[in-house]
T-cell receptor
Framework: DSGVTQTPKHLITATGQRVTLRCSPRSGDLSVYWYQQSLDQGLQFLIQYYNGEERAKGNILERFSAQQFPDLHSELNLSSLELGDSALYFC?????????????FGQGTRLTVV | AQTVTQSQPEMSVQEAETVTLSCTYDTSESDYYLFWYKQPPSRQMILVIRQEAYKQQNATENRFSVNFQKAAKSFSLKISDSQLGDAAMYFCAYSLQGAQKLVFGQGTRLTINP
């Protein structure tokens, strides 16, 4: 158990809908990263938050957004969903803002868009 | 842009034997980290081993060791005494020192034959 909790584990929704994925980092970790794992794109970095502020952005679509709350949990919001958004979404956390030597991953949320 | 290439989509090995997974990467930087992550059927991304580029000594974690060839930009993973529990997808990943993200290879699916 990495200590990073993601909910829900599975999500099935229709095209055009909006969903929210939640991540609780390890106790004491201030940095949260979101990754998308799809069959065609592999594992790709989406976005990072550190202590409530956006720190880095990767290949995140404009339809997607994220935030980190004062209690350090993070949410990834996906809207106007398309079939191609079906993927495994991972959250990872680390205690520091840079250098991923101690990043720990959650078990992921499997999103299926039908 | 940094890229990571795993040229072996699938590998198989007999239980108790040794197997080596290949990884090459492309970067113009001198300070970075390299990682091997394991993703079993549970989907959890588990850190297997990491290597700091400034260290010449190859990292070792129990049955797992790496062969880091900085000039050749090669970072292979050797698994000794393979066990059934080693069956998983293995991802090679790169992180620039001070950066906020991991760049992953496409993965190698490892099968252990009893």
């Amino acid at each position: 158990d990495s200590g990073v909790t993601q909910t829900p584990k599975h999500l099935i929704t229709a095209t055009g809908q909006r969903v929210t994925l939640r991540c609780s980092p390890r106790s004491g970790d201030l940095s949260v990263y979101w990754y998308q794992q799809s069959l065609d794109q592999g594992l790709q970095f989406l976005i990072q938050y550190y202590n409530g502020e956006e720190r880095a952005k990767g290949n995140i679509l404009e339809r997607f957004s994220a935030q980190q709350f004062p209690d350090l949990h993070s949410e990834l919001n996906l809207s106007s969903l398309e079939l191609g958004d079906s993927a495994l979404y991972f959250c990872a956390s680390s205690p520091i803002p840079t250098g991923l030597t101690e990043a720990f991953f959650g078990q992921g949320t499997r999103l299926t868009v039908v | 842009a940094q890229t990571v290439t795993q040229s072996q989509p699938e590998m198989s090995v007999q239980e108790a034997e040794t197997v080596t997974l290949s990884c090459t990467y492309d970067t113009s930087e001198s300070d970075y980290y390299l990682f091997w992550y394991k993703q079993p059927p549970s989907r959890q991304m588990i850190l297997v081993i990491r290597q700091e580029a400034y260290k010449q000594q190859n990292a070792t974690e129990n049955r797992f060791s790496v062969n880091f060839q900085k000039a050749a930009k090669s970072f292979s993973l050797k698994i000794s005494d393979s066990q059934l529990g080693d069956a998983a997808m293995y991802f090679c990943a790169y992180s620039l020192q001070g950066a906020q993200k991991l760049v992953f290879g496409q993965g190698t699916r490892l099968t252990i034959n009893p």
